[in-house]
């Protein structure tokens, strides 16, 4: 926990950009009867019965501090997935940053076997590389403030019925547009000090070890 805390508190260059992604899922659903438009003098009306169109996983990558973020959709949340996520991360998202600092949560996929999994041993060794990954804690995963991101787009833009994959992809790609033309950002103000009090109960009870006392008579 608290090196995810020092990271948010340390200054990151474009050379070195701190990354913060988050994975969740969405279920597509349909209409069964369509849907009645807003009409002056009448509310809009919608069925509560809907069809399922399946399911499609979200990928989010976000920069706190420079007020950027992608969101992608995809059919499946597998190492190879987000190995490939991860190469458009560096490779066109950030081509010019020495070293990108991610965070992420503390699952299996999210760490350099899964590059290897995806890629040739020459491309994941170069993209691991560029790569500097930091974890949150097991059932820590509010430290990822990719998080909030995420909550910010289940609220703004999928709060409704979404039938398609394509539909989904146009959504997300209006929304992302949106919010990175305001630059929206997140300042991060719970440090490790602030942990140390607030949080003292996940810290291990010190007791000091006892010294011998050099005028003891046996």
């Given at each position: 926990?608290?090196?995810?805390?020092?990271?948010?508190?340390?200054?990151?260059?474009?050379?070195?950009?701190?990354i913060?992604?988050?994975e969740?899922?969405i279920?597509?659903?349909g209409?069964?009867?369509?849907?009645?438009?807003l009409?002056?003098?009448?509310?809009?009306?919608?069925?509560?019965?809907?069809?399922?169109?399946?399911?499609?996983?979200?990928?989010?990558?976000?920069?706190?501090?420079?007020?950027?973020?992608?969101?992608?959709?995809?059919?499946?949340?597998?190492r190879?997935?987000?190995?490939?996520?991860?190469?458009?991360?560096?490779?066109?998202?950030?081509?010019?940053?020495?070293?990108?600092?991610?965070?992420?949560?503390?699952?299996?996929?999210?760490?350099?076997?899964?590059?290897?999994?995806?890629?040739?041993?020459?491309?994941?060794?170069?993209?691991?590389?560029?790569?500097?990954?930091?974890?949150?804690?097991?059932?820590?995963?509010?430290?990822n403030?990719?998080?909030?991101?995420?909550?910010?787009?289940?609220?703004?833009?999928?709060?409704?019925?979404?039938?398609?994959?394509?539909?989904?992809?146009?959504?997300?790609?209006?929304?992302?547009?949106?919010?990175?033309?305001?630059?929206?950002?997140?300042?991060?103000?719970?440090?490790?000090?602030?942990?140390?009090?607030?949080?003292?109960?996940?810290?291990?009870?010190?007791?000091?070890?006892?010294?011998?006392?050099?005028?003891?008579?046996?």
């Amino acid at each position: 926990m608290e090196v995810v805390l020092d990271l948010y508190s340390q200054l990151h260059s474009e050379l070195e950009p701190l990354i913060c992604m988050d994975e969740a899922s969405i279920q597509l659903t349909g209409h069964v009867f369509e849907p009645i438009p807003l009409e002056p003098g009448h509310d809009a009306k919608v069925d509560y019965h809907y069809t399922r169109e399946g399911v499609q996983a979200l990928f989010m990558f976000f920069d706190p501090n420079r007020g950027w973020r992608r969101v992608s959709n995809r059919d499946h949340r597998t190492r190879v997935d987000w190995a490939i996520e991860v190469r458009r991360l560096l490779d066109e998202d950030y081509p010019h940053a020495h070293k990108v600092k991610l965070v992420c949560d503390n699952l299996n996929t999210h760490n350099i076997a899964s590059l290897y999994e995806a890629f040739p041993a020459p491309e994941a060794h170069r993209l691991a590389r560029k790569l500097e990954i930091y974890h949150t804690p097991r059932n820590g995963s509010w430290l990822n403030v990719a998080e909030i991101e995420l909550s910010v787009l289940s609220q703004q833009c999928l709060d409704r019925r979404i039938s398609s994959v394509e539909e989904l992809t146009s959504e997300l790609a209006a929304w992302q547009q949106e919010r990175n033309s305001i630059t929206s950002k997140v300042i991060w103000h719970f440090t490790t000090d602030d942990a140390r009090v607030k949080l003292k109960h996940l810290y291990p009870i010190f007791e000091p070890q006892e010294t011998g006392d050099s005028n003891a008579t046996f």
